[in-house]
């Protein structure tokens, strides 16, 4: 299935192979150079993916990942972001993650791996598109659209990015059960994801910020020592 996908990158020669590998897989590409122009696209343009370098003139990729998670007026609020930097220590993978941030990838990287990468993010979000779930569930305030992919706390509209939203979906969908990180990787990541343990924690620290009235006493993304987290009481 063709997507648009977005590569904002400043280096042209990165640019010109990882376009050659994404359009033999089918996919539309645009490009940008720097960071604000890069933006301007991202906004403007509504692509399926964004494939993000970090250091960029202008305007860094942090900056741009942060502006776009943290507008829900934004329609490209919630577009998968892989990140592509030759920063590659676990500091900087967990802040990427902690932006929001689906995937991080190092450099120097293959262009067939990231294709890869990006073929597997992309089939992710239409996992949970295509999942057998039922259409709405509702919860002590919270409402979960499933055909929508919209969440609302106490009628106040949420902005999460896919990843926040397979996360919460997976949890949702059997109340009551704790899912150890193990298997929240594989069901929310997938069993091709090059991860770690910390990157559920991020990600469900980052979920808990956005959804949870009380940080100190969660209402929904309950922790079950020695397992991992469950959603609601048992």
Avoid: W
């Amino acid at each position: 299935m063709s997507h648009n996908v977005l590569v904002i990158e400043d280096d042209p020669g990165i640019t010109r192979v990882v376009r050659l590998y994404l359009e033999q897989d089918g996919h539309q590409v645009l490009t940008a150079s720097d960071g604000l122009s890069g933006l301007e696209m991202a906004r403007n343009s509504s692509p399926d993916l964004i494939v993000l370098d970090l250091m960029l003139p202008s305007l860094d990729g942090m900056e741009i990942c942060r502006a776009l998670r943290k507008d829900s007026d934004v329609p490209i609020s919630d577009v998968p972001i892989i990140m592509v930097t030759a920063r590659e220590s676990e500091g900087d993978r967990l802040a990427g993650f902690d932006l929001g941030a689906d995937d991080y990838i190092p450099k120097p990287f293959s262009p067939r791996e990231l294709a890869a990468r990006v073929r597997a993010v992309l089939r992710r979000t239409a996992r949970q598109t295509d999942a057998q779930q039922p259409p709405t569930t509702e919860y002590h305030g919270m409402s979960i659209d499933f055909t929508r992919r919209t969440v609302a706390v106490d009628d106040h509209k949420l902005a999460l990015t896919p990843t926040e939203f397979r996360l919460l979906a997976l949890l949702a969908a059997s109340p009551g059960r704790p899912f150890t990180r193990d298997q929240i990787i594989d069901g929310v990541f997938g069993y091709d994801f090059d991860g770690f343990d910390r990157t559920v924690d991020v990600h469900v620290a980052n979920l808990r910020r956005k959804v949870e009235p009380n940080g100190r006493k969660p209402r929904y993304i309950q922790t079950v020592h020695g397992v991992g987290y469950r959603f609601g009481d048992a």
